[in-house]
């Protein structure tokens, strides 16, 4: 059955929008937990991009420090556009996955990236949206771990209310 964790880190994000899309990315690959470090959100929080309303079933916690929190038995990894990064393609995901993702504006510390044991990168020309970052790990997570997940997830159950189109 695929039911593994995945814990998500944001540093410091500065954008309440993007949040609210992680927030929508948890929801929509079932995430467990949502924490961040830093002000900038606290000062801005709301959760205008969150449609799915996942902040009522997902964690989201504000923390100190990333690694003050870290989920039981979880390994640490830093998702960040930098040279000796493994390309997500040769990725395999650990069961219990605890991604940091960097700010938009900023990388991740190498105090922090020291922590994490593996390092991993999205193959792009330029840099990618937070929000969008964490949706192509959690996809390439879910897409990863096997055709079962498809029956798990049917579309009649999980797509919008106003789409009842077949084909």
Avoid: W
Avoid at 59 to 81: F, Q, R, W
Avoid at 119 to 128: E, L, N, R, S
């Amino acid at each position: 059955m695929y039911k593994k964790s995945a814990h998500i880190g944001l540093v410091n994000p500065k954008s309440p929008a993007n949040v609210g899309m992680v927030m929508r990315a948890a929801g929509c690959y079932e995430a467990t937990t949502v924490f961040y470090s830093g002000v900038r959100f606290e000062r801005a929080q709301k959760f205008a991009t969150d449609t799915k309303d996942a902040g009522r079933k997902i964690a989201l916690v504000g923390v100190e420090n990333l690694l003050d929190d870290i989920p039981e038995n979880a390994t640490l990894v830093a998702i960040e556009l930098i040279e000796g990064a493994t390309p997500l393609m040769d990725f395999v995901h650990p069961d219990n996955a605890y991604y940091i993702f960097g700010p938009e504006d900023g990388s991740i510390k190498k105090e922090l990236l020291d922590h994490c044991q593996h390092v991993v990168y999205i193959p792009t020309i330029g840099c990618m949206n937070l929000a969008a970052t964490v949706h192509v790990v959690l996809y390439d997570r879910m897409a990863k771990s096997g055709r079962e997940v498809i029956e798990q997830r049917p579309i009649a159950a999980n797509r919008d209310v106003n789409n009842k189109i077949r084909i």
